[in-house]
């Protein structure tokens, strides 16, 4: 019998973002595709037993859920400092540096994991620190040089990253990259219009989804709208609150936009969310940085038109499907974004087009296939 243990923490984390969503598509196509005599087990901080219940309803399959004595936070401050470790022994693949990164001998069996494989999303905290809290930047500088000494393997989800990565730390050959997917949760509705009826959706509008921070270069997005070369479509922004002050009613009345110009629609469910993608007349991802953009893909799922940042894990993604943005020169990038975003919403048939490109993009990924090539990736280890 062999044992894959996945460290899912993220899912339940305050705002579990990309990583949670990346965590538990990945784990659930993992049980899914599991080689014959193959297991998945779960690995969680101490939480409460409705979140525990949560993930077994979300996670069908599992073979066991390991619960930590230590509640998150302390559970990633012990494993930076190597303190933890897990029982038994067995292969680990974190969805994040989040993991029990020690010394181990992977080809002789001995120390407390048999192979560890861990995942850099990005590398915001050296190129952009600026966008992160300064604690989140030193930890994950901090975990990532743990991964340097113990990890067997890196998976990272874009090419863009591993060359990025390559330039902070030399992994070498324990480089692998595995991209994201659509959620099969992401679908329409039958109740779709009732569903937009209750968002009060516009007829026509621009929609962008993303933790309210920083890094997702929101202010240039809504400052925007005031540009000459706008259109007079409204901005509805879909994402939790995050960190950095990121006020948005703030922001569009010093740009003087009118009050209904700007609306944040917050967390939305998958179902809302689909209607919103569905229904959007462009898709904007304006971004700084980012390592895969998989809202772009979600939008390009739906047929619905593009335009993002020139950020290269979003160009690498996009391929040629969407409108690329160059965020050079600050002052100016609203502008640019307001031009790009016109060039849609102005002519149907080049919106019509660059809808059918980013339907033809999304196809290239699944779940299914990232999940073989974990499996694949431990098989070689």
């Not at 996670?59 to 990633?76: F, I, N, V």
């Not at 022994?89 to 020690?102: E, N």
């Not at 324990?174 to 659509?182: C, E, L, N």
């Not at 997005?221 to 006020?247: F, H, K, N, T």
Request: hydrophobic share 45%; with cysteine.
């Amino acid at each position: 019998m062999t044992t894959l243990r996945i460290i899912i923490d993220q899912i339940l984390a305050p705002v579990p973002g990309g990583i949670g969503r990346y965590a538990e598509e990945l784990t659930r196509a993992l049980i899914e595709s599991a080689p014959p005599g193959c297991f998945v087990e779960g690995i969680v901080s101490s939480s409460t037993d409705a979140q525990y219940a949560e993930l077994e309803r979300k996670l069908p399959g599992l073979s066991h859920l390991y619960k930590s004595a230590l509640a998150r936070r302390e559970l990633s401050a012990a494993w930076q400092h190597g303190f933890t470790r897990l029982p038994g022994k067995g292969m680990v693949h974190a969805t994040s540096l989040l993991a029990p990164l020690s010394r181990h001998d992977r080809l002789n069996g001995t120390g407390n994991t048999e192979q560890i494989a861990v995942t850099i999303h990005d590398v915001v905290p050296w190129t952009h620190p600026e966008t992160l809290t300064p604690h989140g930047a030193s930890w994950h500088k901090a975990m990532a040089k743990r991964a340097y000494r113990f990890a067997d393997a890196v998976v990272v989800p874009t090419h863009a990253v591993a060359g990025q990565l390559a330039e902070i730390f030399d992994f070498g050959e324990r480089v692998r990259v595995i991209g994201s997917a659509v959620s099969p949760k992401l679908a329409l509705p039958a109740d779709a219009d009732a569903r937009a009826e209750a968002l009060e959706l516009p007829e026509r509008f621009i929609l962008a989804v993303g933790t309210l921070e920083p890094r997702k270069a929101l202010e240039p997005l809504i400052r925007s709208l005031a540009s000459p070369e706008s259109s007079d479509l409204p901005l509805l922004i879909v994402g939790p609150a995050g960190w950095g002050d990121v006020d948005v009613a703030s922001i569009a009345a010093d740009a003087g936009l009118a009050a209904d110009r700007v609306r944040p629609l917050g967390y939305l469910s998958d179902a809302d969310l689909s209607v919103a993608l569905d229904r959007a007349t462009v898709f904007v991802m304006p971004s700084l940085a980012e390592g895969f953009g998989l809202p772009i893909i979600e939008a390009f799922s739906f047929g619905t038109p593009v335009v993002h940042s020139d950020d290269p894990a979003l160009v690498e993604v996009a391929g040629e499907a969407g409108v690329v943005v160059q965020r050079a020169d600050a002052a100016g990038y609203p502008e640019r974004l307001a031009v790009a975003i016109a060039s849609v919403t102005s002519d149907d048939g080049y919106a019509a087009r660059l809808g059918q490109f980013g339907l033809d993009r999304a196809h290239l990924f699944s779940w299914r296939n990232s999940a073989e090539k974990v499996w694949q990736l431990h098989a070689d280890l």
